[in-house]
């Protein structure tokens, strides 16, 4: 167990449904980051909050929002979804703005768009 | 801008014969280095990490890595590979500025008894 918690493990949705993915980052981390795994794209970086604010932004589409609340957790909503969002979206986290010595994945939500 | 190239997208081996996987990155500054592991439908587990110091990096199940400087690589490495080390491997540079991982595009295992 990694200490970062993803719910939920699996996701099936239709086309133009929108669902949130849910992330408690490991205890005592403030950052939390948001990434994509597809067939076609690979693993890439989404968006990172750090302490409530984002702090970086990757490859995200508009269609994707993410915020992260007081306690820390962090939800990644994906709206008007097409077949192509289909893939493992992991969340990470870690101790600070700069944390990548402490970088700690989650296990992932498998979303499946039908 | 940063990129990792992981040239082989597809290596077999037979269980206890060696292994390297190779991984070249581009990056203007030292970078921070990584590989990970990921079984089918599982999650990324952390194998090692390179942030500065030693070159030869020692990680979990057996694996180690050597930064090369010169030639911008970081290859894992295996010398007895067993059956339970089939899976894809992802090599990753940080970006220290926006402190996020760029993957590379795998490479999967396959290993023969």
């Known amino acids: 167990d990694s200490g970062v918690t993803q719910t939920p493990k699996h996701l099936i949705t239709a086309t133009g449904q929108r669902v949130t993915l849910r992330c408690s980052p490991r205890s005592g981390d403030l950052s939390v980051y948001w990434y994509q795994q597809s067939l076609d794209q690979g693993l890439q970086f989404l968006i990172q909050?750090?302490?409530?604010?984002?702090?970086a932004k990757g490859n995200i589409l508009e269609r994707f929002s993410a915020q992260q609340f007081p306690d820390l957790h962090s939800e990644l909503n994906l709206s008007s979804l097409e077949l192509g969002d289909s893939a493992l979206y992991f969340c990470?986290?870690?101790?600070?703005?700069?944390?990548?010595?402490?970088?700690?994945f989650g296990s992932g939500t498998r979303l499946t768009v039908v | 801008a940063q990129s990792v190239t992981q040239p082989d997208i597809h290596i077999t081996v037979s269980e206890g014969a060696s292994l390297e996987l190779r991984c070249n990155y581009s990056?203007?500054?030292?970078?921070?280095l990584f590989w990970y592991v990921q079984s089918p439908g599982q999650g990324l587990q952390l194998l090692l990490k390179?942030?500065?110091?030693?070159?030869l990096v020692q990680g979990i199940k057996g694996f180690e890595a050597e930064f090369k400087r010169s030639q911008s690589s970081f290859n894992l490495r295996k010398p007895s590979v067993h059956w339970s080390d089939a899976a894809e491997y992802f090599c990753a540079v940080g970006a220290y500025n926006t402190d996020k991982l760029i993957f590379g595009t795998g490479t999967r295992l396959q290993v023969f008894p």
């Open positions: 990056y203007g500054a030292t970078p921070y």
């Open positions: 390179y942030f500065s110091g030693d070159t």
């Open positions: 990470a986290s870690s101790v600070g703005a700069s944390g990548l010595p402490r970088y700690t």
């Open positions: 909050y750090y302490n409530g604010e984002e702090r």
